[in-house]
């Protein structure tokens, strides 16, 4: 498949002070960016951050109240017809009919794109030559998934949308989720991925956009997004005096999660030093010491919580 | 014409594995032509049962298969998201109406000759059919039923939908004149009756089988009215997500 994805154009995705509203709500406010072929963008956000409506902008499902989208170059409601040839995409949940077979319906799709896939490789591609004769109802979620991701390769993509493509699938499926993106993104595709799993997006993101209530907050590779932000990261069950560990240390240290813990600012051998001496000192049990760069979900909490405020 | 061809393929495969949908495109009409056909407890006047009851039941099957298999199939489609994805892949709009429309027709001409046959097999006088006659009054009553049929798809939800188009279904099978003469009921329901999609398709068919015109234009006209007002009507209403 991936000798057949080696023809792209220099444009991927331009979007430019999109506004999507419904009613008095405004889903997307004047938001920019572009994405370049041969590079995984994610765009990350909690539900009703404005991914999905984004998407559905560039896809052509969705007119803009204001701004423009440009698609591999075209206009997604104005040049449908050529974008629909080159375009894959896959829905967030459905868009298959319940009764079909998995081998026919992947039959239909590479024959209504007519780009020379070949249904039955895809399908063993996508893992699911087992279920092959099986009708889309009685699929689990993860087989469900990966049909909806073959459906979207049958067009053998220039762009690509992926809408949640790892939701609800098992560690094997995921992993081969995430190999088939990054053929995908060796072969020059320009791959979009929305999601809210910020584990998943650091595995597979070349560029990262974080959008929240309609706006991208942040942007940028993940280096970028996560540089400047050393933190050291320990866990503990017993009771921490956060303020008392801050003033030893001389940073802030806080609860991230249950029996999870940050030092923020340092990923400082010698802070690491004085944070187990603490420890020994004030009988308190901690383990699983890591030092580096903040992680994506700590960096995606900040810069969340500084919108929000 | 090669997208054309398999839409229309997906299109007759879908529909093949809907037994609800069969039992109510071929099962039901081909049961109430056999039944009616061979108990005689309707009141028919002159006419054998089944010479009665074929025009009528064909009027029936036009109407299952482009108002209600064609409304409910849309209608789930549209809250799977099935016409969203395919929006999105070369097949375009006109080519998934196309063969829809197509796939509504292929039944249609399956439904009429099981039927005739059926009738032919119970005794039916086929001497004076109107052939012409017959394909006038079919495209016009699927015009007419799948406008209806589309207008409720497009906007309301699955289940919903689905109550609203059996509704509707009952609903035109009784009023409509399709297994008792609409003479039989009280005059101000004849005369709803015969407003009635299902009344006009009816009582056109009625004619397509006599070798005189009980009815005159005025059905006909009725059911020209019905076809332009459904189909503006789903054009108007109809959403594909």
Redesign the interface.
């Known amino acids: 498949m991936s000798s057949a994805l080696n023809t792209y154009t220099s444009v991927g995705l331009s979007v430019s002070q999109l506004v999507i509203k419904y009613g008095d709500v405004t889903a997307v406010n004047h938001v920019s960016f572009t994405a370049q072929p041969g590079r995984v963008t994610v765009i990350l956000g909690p539900n009703g951050a404005g991914k999905t409506s984004t998407i559905e902008a560039c896809?052509?499902?969705l007119s803009p109240t204001a701004g423009s989208v440009q698609v591999l170059g075209l206009h997604p409601l104005l040049q449908r017809?050529q974008l629909?040839?080159q375009?894959g995409?896959m829905?967030q949940?459905?868009?298959?009919?319940?009764?079909?077979r998995v081998g026919?319906l992947v039959k239909?799709?590479c024959?209504?794109?007519?780009n020379g896939v070949d249904a039955d490789t895809l399908v063993t591609r996508v893992g699911l030559q087992a279920v092959a004769t099986t009708t889309y109802r009685r699929l689990s979620g993860g087989e469900k998934q990966r049909l909806s991701l073959a459906?979207a390769l049958a067009?053998l993509p220039k762009i690509i949308f992926l809408d949640e493509p790892t939701s609800g699938i098992d560690v094997n499926g995921r992993d081969l989720v995430r190999s088939i993106i990054r053929e995908l993104r060796d072969g020059g595709c320009c791959v979009i991925v929305a999601t809210h799993e910020l584990d998943e997006a650091e595995r597979i993101a070349d560029d990262v956009l974080i959008f929240h209530r309609g706006n991208i907050v942040a942007s940028g590779t993940l280096d970028e997004l996560r540089s400047g932000r050393e933190e050291i990261r320990f866990r503990s069950t017993s009771r921490v005096d956060l303020q008392s560990l801050s003033t030893t240390l001389g940073f802030t240290v806080e609860q991230t999660r249950q029996h999870e813990f940050t030092v923020a600012g340092t990923s400082d051998a010698r802070v690491i030093v004085q944070l187990t001496d603490w420890a020994k000192a004030n009988n308190v049990d901690i383990g699983d010491i890591g030092a580096g760069s903040q992680r994506l979900d700590d960096v995606f909490r900040r810069l969340t919580a500084e919108s929000a405020s | 014409m090669?997208?054309l061809r398999?839409?229309l393929?997906?299109e007759l495969?879908?529909l093949a594995?809907?037994g609800e949908q069969l039992l109510l495109i071929l099962g039901i009409p081909m049961l109430l032509l056999s039944f009616f056909s061979n108990v005689d407890i309707l009141p028919t006047a002159d006419q054998s049962n089944v010479d009665f009851l074929l025009p009528g039941i064909i009027a029936l099957a036009v109407m299952s298969t482009a108002m209600v298999s064609l409304g409910i199939a849309t209608g789930f489609?549209r809250s799977?998201?099935?016409l969203?994805?395919?929006?999105?892949?070369?097949?375009?709009v006109p080519r998934l109406v196309l063969a829809k429309a197509l796939s509504v027709l292929v039944v249609e001409i399956v439904q009429v000759i099981l039927l005739v046959a059926l009738a032919y097999a119970f005794g039916a006088n086929l001497g004076a059919l109107n052939l012409a006659k017959l394909v006038l009054a079919i495209a016009l009553g699927t015009l007419a039923f799948s406008g209806i049929g589309l207008s409720l798809a497009g906007r309301l939800r699955g289940e919903v939908n689905l109550a609203a188009q059996n509704a509707l279904y009952l609903v035109m099978l009784l009023v409509g004149g399709i297994v008792f003469p609409l003479q039989d009921l009280p005059s101000w329901l004849q005369w709803v009756g015969r407003i009635t999609p299902s009344g006009a398709l009816a009582d056109v068919m009625r004619d397509v089988f006599s070798a005189t015109s009980t009815y005159g234009a005025s059905p006909l006209v009725i059911l020209l009215g019905w076809a332009i007002v459904a189909q503006l009507s789903a054009f108007k209403l109809f959403r594909w997500?």
Request: aromatic residues 10%.
């Open positions: 896809e052509g499902f017809k629909n040839r375009m995409i829905l949940e459905g868009g298959i009919y319940p009764s079909a026919e239909q799709y024959a209504l794109y007519g459906l067009a | 090669k997208l398999v839409q393929a997906c495969r879908v594995r809907n489609e799977y998201l099935v969203k994805r395919l929006g999105a892949t070369p097949l375009g997500n």
